[in-house]
């Protein structure tokens, strides 16, 4: 009978094959100190998280504040601000495809380091800026940084990680991020933009302290024949007994050797092998194809245009609340309910929530009298300007609740399971390459969402691109029902043998 996939640790999917029970004496001995080191250089990694997080929404305050600039060099036009936006993406998609070849070049640790130069680099380009090239500029190096920390950073924490918490530290590259987002909504209610760069600086300068102080992946190591060095990692990460160290470093010697093959391309031409990578990728495209990515980066402008009854730097921060706190919800629900489930919730909801918002927009909000906020409608193409529409009465809060049920039901579902449905279906061996692949479709996904959203709208109004994303989330729905399997409580085994046999019976 083989074990489940998560809570026990199988031969092929744990990093760390589980040590013969100790005693509990011994167990409660040597738990706690584990424990501290592992999450101290957890912690250390996630600050990259962190930095992506904040850096991803950076232009929702910014964006207001540069159209409103009396600084020719930096005023944006619509189409500046679609570059603004959009670039990020792009960075993040060379960005994860670097970390294909970074990630095991210079090891994880070391690139998720490097990650810091490009990073501080940007925020100082736009911290600096006196040109609309400096801030692109330091908009894509930043997205670039972000890319590299994304790819490097879930595959450090889950190999050095016990096996008794890496589901809970698997978690916690995402949290990090939305806490990162979280921090930008709540710096951008007291700080100017520029300073906004500023502060970014500061968990990028603390990661890359911290993380020169950690050892390396105990499993990279050892792939480059340096066992000395990874023995002491491995030391230094347990803090158990020596004969303790010993056997789990003998239990990865044979893990790292059973894996160290590579797939040919005739194996990847078997259907059991390309049908999970596909439904990985068209979960990764279906995901951005939501709207997150762009509805994060124009948060506060699209509250400008829909005039809600709070201050839009007020609605970013509650949203981002929101994200955070749904995020947790996920994490502790995610084993409970199972993924297809929360699939399907998660769709359902985001689905009422942008066509709420889109006919909110088509049959409420109207501009009406001109005011000093920019919104996305107002920045021209070069059409006729239209001024933005203020608030009325508290019927301007359902743009509010309605963003903030989706970004609630995109954090319980199609925000953390499309990451770990993806590290569940792929084939091992292939699991390298198709998830920078997978990194590669989403990002540059999100830059053809982020740099058309502000074209579309104001050739067709705010309304059409959240009925766009209304009608994605109904495909999601179906493609959930017809091609997602449910991966719960199911051992790397059972899922291999559903996609060579097709047999439902080996995923119920």
Known sequence: MQEPLLGAEGR????????????????????????KKVFLATFAAVLGNFSFGYALVYTSPVIPALTNSSDPALHLTKIQASWFGSVFTLGAAAGGLSAMLLSDLLGRKLSIMFS???????????????????????RMLTGFAGG????????????????????????????????????????????????LAVAGEAPVLIMTLLLSLMPN???????????????????????????????????????????????????????????????????????????ITPILVYLQPIFDSTAVLLPPEDDAAIVGAVRLLSVLIAALTLDLAGRKVLLFISATIMFAANLTLGLYVHFVSRPLTPNNTIGLEDMSLGGTE????????????????????????????????????????????????????????????????????????????????????????????AFTGCCVPETKGRSLEHIESFFRTGRRSFLR
């Not at 008794?164 to 007291?190: E, H, I, K, N």
């Not at 009325?392 to 963003?403: D, E, H, Q």
Request: some cysteine; proline content about 8%.
């Open 12 to 35: 092929d999917y744990d990093t760390f094959p589980e040590q013969p029970p100790p005693s509990p004496g011994e167990r409660a001995r040597v738990g706690a100190l584990q424990s």
């Open 116 to 138: 810091a130069v490009p990073s501080a680099t940007g925020y100082a380009l736009m911290a600096g800026a006196h040109g609309f090239w400096m801030l692109l500029l330091g």
């Open 148 to 195: 590299l920390t994304a790819a490097c950073i879930p595959v450090y924490v889950s190999e050095i990680a016990l096996p008794g918490v890496r589901g809970a530290l698997g978690a916690t590259p995402q949290l990090m991020a939305v806490f990162g987002s979280l921090a930008l909504y709540a710096l951008g209610l007291l700080l100017p933009w520029r300073w």
């Open 217 to 291: 992946s105990p499993r990279f190591l050892l792939s480059r024949g340096r066992d000395e060095e990874a023995l002491t990692a491995l030391a230094w990460l347990r803090s158990a007994d020596a004969d303790a160290v010993r056997w789990e470093f003998e239990q990865i010697q044979d893990n790292v050797r059973r894996q160290s093959s590579r797939m040919s391309w005739a194996e990847a031409r078997d259907p059991h092998v390309y049908r999970p990578i596909l439904i990985a990728l068209l979960m990764r495209f279906l995901q951005q194809l939501t709207g």
């Open 386 to 477: 239209q001024p933005p529409a203020v608030p009325t009465s508290y019927l301007t809060l359902i743009p509010l609740l309605a963003t903030m049920f989706f970004i609630m039901g995109y954090a319980m579902g199609w925000g953390p399971i499309t990451w770990l449905l993806m590290s569940e279906i792929l084939p091992l061996r292939a699991r390298g390459v198709a998830s920078g692949l997978c990194v590669l479709v989403s990002w540059l996904t999100a830059f053809a969402l982020t740099k058309y959203f502000l074209v579309v709208v104001d050739a067709y109004g705010l309304q059409v691109p959240f009925f766009f994303f209304a009608a994605i989330c109904l495909v999601n729905l």
